[in-house]
Each structure stands twice: as C-alpha cells, then as structure tokens.
C-alpha cells in the first residue's frame, strides 16, 4: 500500500497497524455500518491484503441493522453489495424486538457488540474490528471527562482489547482522523452512508461534534485530545501491571480460592497507594460478584472505602459481593446469594459454558441429557451432606453460591466436590473458577 497523493491518509501508517492488528488472527470480520470510517477500513483492508499476499487472514463483513430508521435494511444491502465487490463474505445480523425511549445509543451498542459477538462465535471466529478514528478517540475522552471518570474512563481506548468468550476487538484506525478517510474515499469516489443520528444534537456525541469549532477557537483540537488519551493510556497500562504485580506479591495476606471467593488483610492493603487499593479491589468485585468489570461503581467503591475514611467494610454488600469475617482475621469476599436469583443455563453433554462471569462448568461428555447449571443453594448444599458424598470444607456463604448441574430438582453433579450420581459416567464433568482478577489485562494481540 503506497500514497497516491491526492489525500492526506498515510497508507504506510495504516498498513503497519494493519500489520499488528490482522496478522496474528487467521480470519477477521469486519463490522461495516456503511458509514466513512467503516467503508474506508473496508477499502483498506481489501488493499491491505491484495499487497501482503498469501500471509494475510481472510476478511469478511457484518452489518448491524438496528432497524431504527426505515432505509436501514436498503443500508446493509448496499453494504453487502460492496463487500462482495471486494470479494468478502458479508452477514446482516438483525436487532429484533422492542426499543428503548431513553439509553438509545448506548443500548443500540450494546446490542452491536452483542450480536457481533454472536455471529462470531456460530462461526468460530475470534477477532473482530470496527473503523474507530482518532475522532472517536477524542470525543470519548471528552464525554467521559464531562462525567468525572478516573484514569480508566479517559484512558484510550485500546488498539486491541479483549472481550468475553476469548473475543477479541480490533481497532486498527485510532490513530488516523475521519477526515483523512473520507479524502481517501473521495479520492477513489467511493461512496458511503450519513447516518442523521451521528449529528443530531439529542444525542451527546452529537451535541459534541456541532461544538467542534469552539472548542477547536479554544485549543481543544481533536488530534491533542487524542494524544492526551494515549498518554493516559500509557499511566493506565502502568497502574494494571503495578496492580497485579503487588497483589501477585501479596502472599497470604490475599488469597483466592477456587470456590470462588477471596480473603485479604484490609490493614495490609491499606499499606498501599490509594489508587491501588481501589484497583485491587475493583478486580476483587469484579471478579467475585458475578457481574464482570461493568458491574463495578467506582463511585460507589469510592463511597464505601474513602468515603468512610477507609474502615473495614465488614457487613456490607457491594457489586453482588458480601463482606465478611474470614479465617485468621481476614476480611472475606463472597458472592452474594438470595437478594438477587443467580443465572440459570443449560448445558448439553460435553459442552463448556461460562456461569455467573465466574465458573466454567463441563458437562460429561459419556451420557445423552442436557441438564441444568444453578447455583447448590442451600438446598444443593442440604442434598449433598445428605448423601455424605462430600466434604464441604468452604465457608457455607462460598458453597452455596458455586455452580452445580441439576436434572429438575435433584442436583445430580457437583463436580468442585466430586459429586456425580449414581448412574452418570463421571468422565468428562468439571468446574472450575475461571475469574482470575490478577492475570495481566489490557491487550489481545
């Protein structure tokens, strides 16, 4: 890929971040809107892949069609049109059901991510990537500093970032500004989709970009707020590693069970940095309450430790976690049962599903039924010491909260304890504590 000159976009640029996004993945979707920043990264990669040859992983395209607007289904076939022109496959994955009247956009993305996601993994695709610019970038950061977030919140966004279910998403155009890819479309007159909602000021990211020529007069210009987000990316990056190299290093004053709780001193804690403290602990809830990262207030955190001058949370409840006394005046960390009923799945014999952010459960791959993944409950619990098959030697807060499979209303494995019925094979079951809040996060590359 080479610049003809007649557009400012450095193809050059674009190729090596193409080069470190594509390569390491046999096959990448990607998600075209028909918007410019997504037809371009279409052209792009099309190029891109012609002038790497035999190397490169093959391409396809998924379009979203939120069915917001009535020419929405007329959009994603001419997307499909030019993805096919270019010889990639393309899909049109289909937001059903009823809308939202307030939380449009963000449950629109939602949504996005959710039935890409989806598409992915019918097909046993990994990787995905959007045509996210350096715009975005800077609009990111200047909403999320209208909101107060920390470092995490006006951090850039991440070239690469992994996503749940061992995805990954792909942002190879975070350094290259949507007016260097509309000239390059318009320079190949290529044609592309304006969608009235990226403008409209009902919307913030709207209202943000009809203000872009005061905050422009004011030096707020869009490519050092974008550098500004990479710099914070980089002290981001630097507080992740920190964070998981000092609990790492904690030693018996933290520990994590496989039953899917922690202990920790809260005096040895409070040795550290307070923005460490509160990072430690996002991970702990995070990883504890069954609800994932997004789960996590940081204002509420922020409420319940500095706040109250950082005394020991004792008795309270935070992100689905409850807080209570542990073994060697530890401070224990527990999911929390009964306010709120935790998931129910199936799984079907020998298939692996994720329960609760939590646990990965394998059902036995030696009989024919799909069965039930819960929680034991206290009647699970109750059951199994009937039967003497087990030695429930966790705190019962733990015990109840972990996942078993159930055929109607009998537990009939628990395989963290054990347990297979009489009848079942037990080739094949197994559970296992999947939230490790201390592995290194951030990049999927």
């Known amino acids: ?26 096959h990448v979707v990607l998600a075209v809107s028909g918007g410019p920043d997504s037809v371009a990264l279409m052209h792009l990669a099309a190029g891109w892949k012609v002038s790497r040859g035999g190397d490169a992983p093959s391409f396809s395209v998924v379009t979203v069609d939120h069915g917001l607007r009535a020419q929405s289904a007329a959009e994603a076939a001419t997307v499909a049109l030019a993805a096919q022109a270019l010889g990639f496959p393309h899909a049109t994955v289909h937001w059903a059901g009823g809308k939202p009247k307030t939380g449009l956009q963000a ?183 069954g609800g994932g990262s997004q789960a996590v207030s940081l204002g509420q955190l922020e409420a319940m430790t500095i706040g109250r001058g950082w005394q020991s949370p004792l008795g309270l409840t935070l992100a689905g976690t409850v807080f209570s006394d542990g073994t060697a005046g530890r401070l224990m960390m527990t999911r929390e049962y009964g306010r709120s009923p935790l998931p129910t799945a199936e799984v079907r014999p020998g298939q692996t599903i994720k329960w609760d952010h939590r646990f990965t459960v394998t059902s036995g791959s030696a009989h024919s039924e799909t069965l039930t993944v819960k929680a034991l409950g206290p009647e699970g619990v109750s059951y199994l010491s009937k039967t003497g098959c087990c030695n429930f030697s966790g705190p019962k807060r733990a015990t109840v909260s972990v996942p078993g499979l159930w055929r109607g209303d009998t537990v009939v494995a628990a395989p963290l304890f054990g347990y297979v019925a009489d009848g079942l094979a037990a080739e094949g079951f197994a559970c296992c504590f999947a939230a490790r809040p201390f592995s290194d996060l951030g990049s999927c590359d």
């Open 1 to 26: 890929m080479s610049g003809d000159g007649k557009h400012s976009l450095n193809l050059e640029a674009v190729a090596a971040e193409f080069e470190t996004s594509f390569l390491p993945h046999r």
């Open 107 to 289: 449950a629109a993305r939602e949504a996005r991510y959710r039935l890409i996601a989806e598409h992915l993994k019918g097909n046993h695709w990994q990787a995905f990537a959007t045509g996210h610019t350096q715009d975005d970038q800077a609009e990111t950061l200047l909403m999320r500093l209208a909101r107060g977030s920390g470092v995490d919140g006006l951090a850039a966004m991440r070239r690469a970032s992994p996503l749940a279910g061992d995805l990954c998403l792909l942002r190879p155009l975070l350094k290259t500004s949507k007016r260097d890819l509309i000239a390059f479309l318009r320079a190949r007159r290529l044609k592309w989709i304006d969608d009235p909602g990226n403008v409209t000021v009902e919307f913030e990211r709207g209202r943000l970009r009809a203000a872009s020529s005061a905050l422009d007069s004011i030096g707020l210009v869009q490519n050092h707020i974008a550098l500004s987000a990479e710099r914070l990316g980089r002290a981001r990056d630097a507080l992740d590693w920190t964070t998981g190299y000092l609990a790492r290093a904690a030693g018996d004053a933290m520990r994590i069970d496989d039953l899917g709780f922690a202990e920790i001193e809260w005096d040895k804690l409070l040795e550290l940095p307070q923005e460490i403290r509160l990072r430690i602990l996002v991970r702990l809830l995070a990883a504890i309450g």
